[in-house]
């Protein structure tokens, strides 16, 4: 289920008062656990470091992600591909 609209977007405090500290020059990665963080206006042109649950993915947040969580841009899952017989032979003949 959704957030309800009359509570607004769900936005940790502390994330934005890191990134009101920076210089918007800066280059630094900042260090969030906090997936479920929706992306706002004032993280465009940041690099966000989001843990995956083993180690922090750099994102570097642009316009279009506003209003996306954190946890979208870092998969927790890494896709190595399917076995079998069929999965052999055609890596074979690439």
Known sequence: MSRSLK??????????KKIQALKPEDKTVIKVWDRACAITPEMVGFTIGVHN??????????????GHKLGEFSPTRKFIGHGGKMAKTQEKGK
């Open 53 to 66: 649950g083993r180690t922090h993915v750099p994102v570097y947040i642009v316009e279009n992600m506003v």
């Open 7 to 16: 509570k607004g977007p769900y936005i940790n405090l502390r994330i934005i």
